[in-house]
């Protein structure tokens, strides 16, 4: 029996998800890394604030832009078109989206740079 077959035996016996240890290929297992949820130290405002502006720019033009096409077909009784309800519909999305995505993200950024 060669090695692949007998991993493909293995594997077929095997439950697909092991709670002791996960199994990713060949004699890779979650033991084999180390994760850690701290965050140690911190960036310095030149590193971060692209970033900050950038998120920033995305929040208010994505607030103003999509504010902007609801009031429009929600207030002109005109533009009640069957695209422009689907344009409505996407900014209704795409607000929301805005809303709470842009915030978590930054929110979420590291502390602290990983390529050093």
Request: one cysteine or more; charged letters at 15%.
């Given at each position: 029996?060669?090695?692949?077959?007998?991993?493909?035996?293995?594997?077929?016996?095997?439950?697909?998800?092991?709670?002791?240890?996960?199994?990713?290929?060949?004699?890779?297992?979650?033991?084999d890394?180390?994760?850690?949820?701290?965050?140690?130290?911190?960036?310095?405002?030149?590193?971060?604030?692209?970033?900050?502006?950038?998120?920033?720019?995305?929040?208010?033009?994505?607030?103003?832009?999509?504010?902007?096409?609801?009031?429009?077909?929600?207030?002109?009784?005109?533009?009640?078109?069957?695209t422009?309800?689907?344009?409505?519909?996407?900014?209704?999305?795409?607000?929301?989206?805005?809303?709470?995505?842009?915030?978590?993200?930054?929110?979420?950024?590291?502390q602290?740079?990983?390529l050093?």
């Amino acid at each position: 029996m060669t090695t692949q077959e007998a991993m493909m035996t293995t594997a077929a016996t095997q439950p697909l998800w092991n709670t002791t240890k996960a199994t990713y290929g060949i004699g890779n297992t979650t033991e084999d890394y180390e994760y850690s949820d701290e965050m140690g130290g911190s960036i310095s405002l030149e590193d971060g604030l692209p970033t900050l502006l950038t998120f920033s720019l995305t929040l208010v033009v994505g607030l103003i832009g999509n504010s902007l096409v609801i009031f429009s077909i929600a207030y002109y009784r005109r533009m009640r078109t069957t695209t422009n309800v689907f344009l409505f519909s996407l900014a209704t999305a795409d607000l929301l989206l805005v809303m709470v995505c842009v915030p978590i993200k930054v929110r979420r950024q590291p502390q602290s740079s990983h390529l050093s």
